[in-house]
């Protein structure tokens, strides 16, 4: 049964651009630092940010069973924790009140005053607490360049690729919303044809192009989710740039994976894109071949059209973009990779955070890392302004969108950008 | 300067038997529910918790400042934030209250029956609400014995084991505290000489022997911590069963690290024992040649002397010591291992974990998992009852300890005893 909140036809009294990412369609879910210095949980109709924690407090959610401060919160974690049902109260419930014919809200201006703010007048927050962060590899064309490029290029995917929605483990405490400009790392790297390692900041800072989804708490420790089920935890999408260093990367990722290449800074678009909201632009999954095992198996429509780029804008340059990718080449699925990290008992919370991986396409304009896009520094990205990249240089800007569009609607992520800063001075050493 | 709190000739007015692990030099920090179910942060002297939310409340510490509810909360997070210094006062404050010579506390037994249990009266609770948890990989034997096996017997260290404290993410979610029985896993196993996988129970369930240390909030996002200053963000350390199962994990690994062989549980003692009660028992660490990089030396002794052991007690059977280790053959240091994870200028909370990885000695029988003591099953494990172990079997027990002594002063970490489970009866599929 198709959502009401869907409904394409459907209009608000705020008004919305015509190539918006957030027509009432979408209602995305946020936290937000207010003009007033106040923290709130909101959503976003075109220009206009909504603090729900006000609408709250003003009645407008008094029929749904929702405790008094739910909105009043630094994070979104409690919310998602509500569950599903909840969810969709409420995303029914904004979507009624903001379209056009409603005049609850719409004709009294005092309450307007209270909940309505302009983009400009707002501070995005993280979205939610993240307790644990894993990130998949779910591009086969992601894993086929990198096998290609650093083991055999005619034994590309390593033998558990496709049986495996093969994941890792990342760092929560580094994640931080877009607007927030990151620093270039220090690490170790071994030099090539050397045979002593070197300290400094990274030479190969890189971007990787992934969405991640947030989900619920899911299950108790020892309990799987069946795959069939999966979907039901999963609460939205976010635009997600996998910071990487490959230099630090190359010398210390065997045999335990990457680590300092990885967990000096993850960036992520600060609305959260719910599942319901992408609904319309559902497609099928790649053909899985061999087919898995029967606890990955599932049927119909598990992924979606998402159209992704890739924007790189130098200091006082223009923006170039460099790469398009879209969320639906991932070769597993977001309910594959859930009832795969839950199959042996792993517990999920609400806010944790799942990766994609790279989400790299089948042309080299959409690869979704400069290590594919440059194939290891040898083809280099030219830029508007005529300079080159083999890597991300310092104060350069990492800019990545996402939106879905079908029959004139269009859903979006809004965007993650970050800028590059060069890295600290170095410290003096005893 | 040699702490008061450490001082060997002292005793409490509380009974300490004569080899137990928390006599008042101890004074550990934990998390509990109490008979009345309340939740409380407390310590112990001998056998009796010390409810330290009720002794604040009483006004024991009333010349330190500590907010009202510091100890009135269901993790040690805020405490440990409130810095060393801190963590002093406190300890020295408890120490002098429990002193045989003073009569505050001893003389007033109203206020003794408030804040006294005896152990059977309470439930130890996870002491810390862990953000991030970091595995490293710091025992030269265990890391040459897994490259014994698995790699090259002639080039068992991999070439960066040497100059990098190798270090990987793990999932917090699962981390529960010993007495909590856990399930075996289901997962994804490549069996020998065939070439598809199959799914069902990790055949190859193992324990491995650990420490852990827990930090304070150490740094802003982008800043290093330098190794000569990491010890002061240290608050202290327990014992870590990192349950692995081997099947999964040689099939999983390759090429971003352990994943689900990892993450279904892991174990951990319950009571923190601080660096300061840990004090007396410094050592230095293994030399380290070749030398490390700068950012990664300290003089000094940065290790410490803490014996550690293992038993197995079967289902109805008596237990069998399987090993016996050492903290102090680890290759890397807390501080390299600190200063390491943060020399890319990655953050530390407050509450997050960083395990040693497996702790083996120099000789077989100080091996710090089954995978070694029996040699991938080569040399199976013989029991006291007969039976013999190449992997945890269900319902086996394992239990590690670990404890100082020198000029007969005891300091230990208790135990942590986990109970593995069958797994669960295998659900239906669609």
């Not at 319901?276 to 598990?302: C, I, M, T, W």
Request: proline share 8%; hydrophobic share 35%; aromatic share 10%.
């Amino acid at each position: 049964m198709p959502l009401k909140a869907n409904d394409p036809s459907r209009k608000s009294w705020i008004p919305v651009p015509a190539d918006s990412d957030f027509p009432i369609q979408n209602i995305p879910f946020g936290v937000f630092l207010t003009r007033d210095d106040v923290i709130t949980i909101g959503t976003r109709i075109g220009d206009h940010a909504i603090d729900l924690g006000a609408l709250h407090q003003l009645g407008y959610f008094k029929d749904i069973p929702l405790t008094d401060d739910i909105f009043l919160q630094d994070s979104l974690n409690d919310f998602i924790s509500d569950g599903k049902k909840t969810w969709r109260l409420v995303r029914n419930r904004i979507s009624e009140l903001f379209e056009q014919g409603n005049r609850e809200l719409q004709d009294n201006e005092e309450h307007r005053g209270i909940v309505l703010f302009t983009m400009d007048e707002i501070e995005m927050q993280l979205p939610v607490q993240i307790g644990d962060y894993t990130d998949f590899y779910s591009s086969r064309e992601h894993a086929t360049n990198v096998g290609k490029m650093f083991r055999d290029p005619e034994n590309a995917l390593l033998p558990n690729w496709l049986h495996i929605p093969v994941g890792y483990h990342g760092r929560s405490s580094t994640i931080v919303p877009g607007g927030t400009p990151i620093r270039r790392p220090y690490g170790q790297t071994m030099p090539q044809g050397k045979d002593s390692p070197v300290f400094g900041p990274s030479g190969l800072v890189d971007f990787e192009l992934e969405m991640a989804f947030i989900t619920t708490d899911a299950n108790a420790m020892g309990d799987p989710i069946p795959v069939t089920e999966a979907e039901d935890y999963i609460f939205g999408l976010v635009l997600f740039n996998d910071w990487s260093a490959r230099d630090i990367q190359k010398w210390e990722y065997v045999p335990l994976g990457p680590f300092l290449a990885k967990n000096f800074a993850s960036s992520i678009s600060p609305w959260i894109i719910t599942l319901d909201a992408l609904e319309p632009f559902r497609v099928a999954s790649p053909k899985q071949e061999p087919e898995p095992l029967p606890y990955l198996r599932h049927s119909g429509k598990n992924s979606f059209d998402i159209r992704l780029e890739v924007e790189l804008t130098p200091e006082d340059g223009e923006p170039t973009t460099i790469s398009r990718s879209n969320f639906k080449y991932l070769y597993w699925s977001m309910a594959q990779q859930l009832a795969h990290h839950t199959v042996n008992g792993c517990k999920v919370n609400s806010g944790d955070m799942m990766g994609s991986g790279t989400i790299s396409g089948p042309t080299p304009d959409s690869y979704g890392s400069m290590l594919e896009l440059a194939w290891q520094g040898t083809r280099p990205i030219r830029l508007k302004n005529g300079e080159t990249r083999k890597a991300i240089e310092d104060n350069d800007t990492v800019t990545m969108r996402g939106y879905c569009l079908k029959n004139g609607l269009r859903i979006g992520f809004g965007e993650v950008s970050t800028k590059l800063l060069p890295a600290l001075p170095p410290r003096k050493t005893k």
